[in-house]
């Protein structure tokens, strides 16, 4: 499992309309067939602060992931959105099964 954890600062006055097109994008990522997770977490101590954490089921997927519709229809929407430019780190995850 590849996970992705992508960090976004956010302009104040654009929390909502960020947050609204964050879970629209993470509503339709989560039905591709390489996308495990995609958790949208929001800091409490300053709501401009955004982590997305994306689980992918095969080294391929983040690259399909950015190739999809609603992918672009995502970072054209937030781009102007953002505070700074968004970081993304990866890292390889184990699956602890329940």
Not at 34 to 44: K, M
Not at 79 to 89: F, G, H, L, T
Request: proline content about 7%.
């Amino acid at each position: 499992m590849r996970v992705v954890m992508v960090t976004v600062s956010v302009l104040p006055e654009s929390v909502d309309d960020f947050r609204a097109a964050t879970l629209a994008n993470a509503r339709a990522s989560v039905r591709e067939e390489g996308i495990a997770r995609f958790d949208v977490i929001q800091a409490e101590d300053d709501p401009t602060r955004f982590l997305l954490i994306e689980a992918y089921r095969t080294p391929d997927a983040p690259a399909a992931h950015k190739e999809t519709a609603h992918y672009a229809t995502w970072r054209d929407t937030v781009a102007p959105m953002m505070a700074a430019p968004r970081r993304a780190e990866a890292f390889v995850g184990q699956h602890v099964p329940d």
